[in-house]
């Protein structure tokens, strides 16, 4: 029988140069919700997404216990395929004169340069795609013309080209402008209509939107929150979260936050 989580974790902690990162963690995400996963710098949150990579190990005792896709053990090739993460670094591998088709394509054969034989199937593909995320228009475009938001949201749509079971977005809009950043969340938002689950790790708040089923708070490497966004998300929380005095209020499906005092 096919568990209905897909990441289960009891009892972990990790350590990267000797320092405890994740603390105590016990935490099983499902195959059913989008996740955001909030907290501020150093609160562990890439240690998390190591973990969930197998990019990092725990300590293995007889209480701890952790599975990806029912497995302890799993194939690195079968979970890369079946989760794709998106993160900043990658920009910095990408040939600036590599257009937008080319770069999405690249998806389909793990790599970040131009493929010379594409098939008319790989075509079909990446139309598709693209027609779907309604970026068509970014084609033939150069990545390095391309907006802060339109080269977030062409690598999401690489991400998503060999439809992995999870899309993982590691702080998607960090350094943008508002324009792009806006832009960015309307695009993230419309991906919830396809099969592919998010989760979304940020330390900005206005983030969250209605697809997330769920909201967890990490702070110095353990979990302080979980659960329901309307549960989660007030005063209180994020005043332990980012230690300081804050009010917090939902407009319109947003979260807006305001500082108290000093």
């Known amino acids: 029988m096919i568990s ?5 974790a009891k009892n972990i902690n990790c350590y990267k140069n000797g320092y405890r990162v994740i603390k105590d963690l016990n935490l099983k995400l499902s195959h059913s919700e989008n996740v955001i996963l909030i907290g501020p710098n150093g609160s562990g949150k890439s240690s998390l997404l190591e973990v969930i990579n197998r990019n990092i190990y725990p ?8 599975k990806v896709f029912d497995k302890e053990l799993i194939n690195l090739w079968e979970l890369r395929k079946r989760i794709s993460t998106v993160n900043n670094d990658i920009k910095n591998r990408i040939n600036p004169k590599l ?25 079909e593909i990446v139309n598709s795609i693209m027609q779907n995320m309604n970026i ?3 084609s033939k475009k150069y990545f390095s013309h391309l907006s802060d938001g339109e080269k977030q949201i062409s690598l999401i749509a690489r991400a998503l080209i060999k439809r992995p079971d ?11 402008d508002y324009k792009s950043k806006f832009f960015v969340i ?22 969250i939107t209605s697809i997330y089923d769920r909201v967890i708070m990490l702070k110095s490497g353990e979990i302080i929150a979980n ?5 989660v998300i007030n005063s209180e929380n994020l005043k332990k979260l980012y230690g300081i005095e804050v009010e917090v209020n939902n407009k319109n499906g947003l979260w807006v936050i305001n500082r108290l005092s000093k």
């Open 59 to 66: 300590v293995v005792t007889s209480k701890s216990l952790i």
């Open 166 to 176: 999870i899309l993982i977005l590691d702080e998607p809009i960090t350094n943008l």
């Open 136 to 138: 068509s228009s970014l």
């Open 186 to 207: 309307d695009k993230i938002n419309e991906l919830s209509k396809l099969n592919t689950k998010i989760i979304c790790v940020t330390h900005d708040i206005s983030m």
């Open 4 to 8: 209905q989580f897909w990441f289960e």
């Open 227 to 231: 659960g329901n966004q309307n549960k």
């Open 99 to 123: 257009k937008v088709f080319d770069l999405i394509l690249s998806g389909l054969y793990g790599k970040y340069c131009y493929i010379s034989n594409k098939s008319e199937r790989d075509h």
